[in-house]
């Protein structure tokens, strides 16, 4: 089971002088019930990588295998369940209207009209959205956030059994970070997610795992700890270690033990807080 | 006569818009030269809009937009609205006209009359502020999305504006880019470029001269940064959150941790923490 990439890589127009290598020799195991956090620098591949997961860009080298099936180049897409959900929300939409944008997915999936208008009615409030309001608004008149919300329900509308996000929540409000998160929360036990982000604040505190991408190639891809605990790969990929994690290392080097690197602020301040009184008694 | 960018009582509605209230009812502000302006607001509060009124893309239902004191909404004199407020938009999708990327850069000031060497200079030097020297000949459809964003604020640098309007430019960039681009606003205030930075992010606005957030098409906070962090304004019902260094202090204050100082940021907490 799971979505599986291995020894991938790719280059853009090959065997032209525009060649772009954008990824080399990334390994990758996506799991339901786990969530990956990608991160990396701009350009680094991570937009690629997903293209490649989702059957939407095939790899000049390296195979695919979805649920054990191999060789997914040709069946991984939609249908098969892996739904993705571009960077520029933008090029994901082109409906008339917001609901039958929606709609279009789980209609593809084979869903009848009034089965597929449902689930639309029920994913755009997930996000945030009355349909009462924006059903039946054009996509193209709506402001950026709303755009964003929208190009997220019709992926969220066709359940996928794997959810590739490309940077989420860019663009969105606090309300609608919330909301994500909350879609994202109750989704994790029964999907595979997998975020491209650049707030790694907002999402290494519920991700499992990390792929740290450094001009295409991999830095670190392992459980969320271990890197909190030993960021070496983050700083080598030219991230920053967010502020939070930065406290807690701080705080162990003036000697007050701190029992494990998270950067989720409130489970953060907890632990920083019990290794201080620690130190106090 | 001041020199500024000036919104006095603008409204505006997009036609055929659906809802019963406009984007924008009554705003009134205004950026002066060599001041960062940083605009907040809810997804749909009006942000945007402001955007595109702000150099005559759209022009107001009511009220006048004024740059200089030149209104926005005579034909006639367009461009010299349009030369002296650049503008970076929120989709640089929809802002990239270029077939290459120093072409793109160079489109805004050779449409501004600028001679062939200087263009030069200032495409090399816009190019290399942003992180894309190396890039000059890249179809910009092929670009990453963070490259893509640099590549919109590279062609607004260009020419140079007296005034900068940034539409959330830094949603798609790396903390590294996010930064840079911080770093560039801040040059350009003390060289006398006034600047508007539309943005989620309370803590992009700490550097920032005065707030403002709109709410449903209405302006309802004007002030300091610091007031609005620190103040008493409820941030949820505005669509507004604390960065995530001072969501951690409060719970370390919750926690019973003292921290005296006003903590924003891991080096002021780290501070009031082990001085
Ligand atoms: N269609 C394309 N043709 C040629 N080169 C491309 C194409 N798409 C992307 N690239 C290049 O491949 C590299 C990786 O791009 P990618 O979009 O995967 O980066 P990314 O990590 O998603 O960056 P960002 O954070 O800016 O979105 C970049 O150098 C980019 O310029
Ligand atoms: N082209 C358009 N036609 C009709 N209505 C529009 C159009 N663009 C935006 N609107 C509406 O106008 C209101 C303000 O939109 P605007 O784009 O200014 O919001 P914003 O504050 O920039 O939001 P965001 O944070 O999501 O970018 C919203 O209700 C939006 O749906
Ligand atoms: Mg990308
Ligand atoms: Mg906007």
């Not at chain 1, 606090?174 to 790694?200: C, K, N, Q, S, Y």
């Not at chain 2, 006209?97 to 805004?108: C, D, I, K, P």
């Not at chain 2, 140079?160 to 539409?167: Q, T």
Request: glycine share 12%; with cysteine.
């Amino acid at each position: 089971m799971g979505l599986k990439l291995t020894d991938i890589s790719h280059t853009y127009a090959p065997t032209t002088p525009f060649a772009v290598e954008a990824l080399a020799n990334i390994d990758l195991n996506i799991e339901v019930g786990r969530t990956l956090v990608i991160l990396g620098p701009t350009g680094s591949g991570k937009s690629t990588l997903l293209g490649i997961a989702c059957g939407l860009v095939r790899p000049t080298l390296g195979s695919l295998a979805l649920d054990g099936v191999n060789d997914a180049g040709v069946l991984v897409g939609r249908e098969a369940g892996v739904g993705l959900v571009f960077q520029a929300p933008e090029n994901q939409l082109f409906a008339e209207f917001v609901l039958d944008d929606v709609a279009f997915g789980p209609l593809n999936l084979g869903l009848g009209r009034e089965a597929a208008l449902e689930r639309a009615r029920d994913s755009l409030p997930a996000v945030g959205m009355d349909p009462a309001v924006f059903g039946d608004r054009s996509p193209f008149a709506l402001s950026g956030g709303e755009a964003r919300r929208v190009a997220l329900a019709g992926v969220l509308a066709m359940k996928p059994a794997y959810l590739l996000l490309d940077e989420p929540t860019a663009g969105l409000d606090a309300r609608g970070r919330d909301g994500v998160l909350a879609v994202l929360d109750e989704l994790a036990p029964t999907t595979g997610i997998v975020i491209v982000t650049h707030d790694a604040e907002e999402f290494l505190g519920r991700a499992d795992d990390v792929l740290v991408l450094a001009q295409g190639r991999s830095e670190y891809w392992g459980p969320v700890e271990g890197l909190l605990a030993n960021p070496a790969p983050l700083l080598a990929a030219g991230l920053v270690l967010p502020d939070v994690v930065r406290v807690l290392h701080d705080a162990r080097d003036v000697g007050v033990p701190i029992e494990l690197f998270t950067a989720d602020p409130v489970r953060a301040a907890r632990i920083l807080a019990a290794g201080l009184a620690k130190v106090r008694s | 006569m001041y020199r500024m960018l000036e919104f006095s009582g603008v409204s505006y509605d997009y036609p055929g818009h659906g809802t019963d209230q406009p984007a924008l009812t009554d705003m009134t502000c205004s950026i002066g030269q060599g001041e960062i302006v940083a605009l907040l607001g809810a997804n749909g509060s009006g942000k945007s809009t402001l955007v595109r009124l702000s150099n005559g893309i759209l022009v107001p239902s009511a009220g006048t937009v004024r740059v200089d004191g030149i209104p926005t909404d005579d034909d006639e004199l367009i461009w010299e609205v349009r030369s002296r407020v650049g503008v970076v938009f929120q989709n640089p999708d929809n802002q990239i006209v270029g077939t290459v990327v120093e072409e793109e850069v160079a489109f805004g000031p050779e449409n501004l009359g600028v001679k062939r060497n200087e263009l030069r200079s200032r495409v090399d030097e816009a190019l290399a502020a942003v992180g894309l020297t190396g890039l000059e000949r890249r179809e910009p459809h092929l670009l990453s999305g963070g490259q893509k964003q640099r590549l919109a604020i590279a062609g607004a640098l260009a020419m140079r504006p007296g005034y900068l309007v940034l539409d959330e430019p830094t949603s798609m960039l790396d903390p590294a880019g996010r930064s840079d681009v911080l770093g560039i606003i801040d040059r350009l205030r003390d060289s006398g470029t006034g600047i508007l930075h539309v943005t989620h992010h309370l803590a992009d606005t700490l550097g920032a001269d005065r707030v403002l957030v709109l709410h449903k098409g209405r302006l309802v906070y004007e002030g300091l940064p610091d007031e609005l962090l620190f103040g008493a304004l409820d941030l949820t019902a505005l669509g507004l959150r604390l960065p995530a260094a001072m969501r951690f202090a409060e719970e370390l204050r919750r926690q019973g941790v003292t921290l005296t100082a006003r903590a924003r940021d891991a080096s002021s907490i780290g501070e009031a923490l082990w001085g």
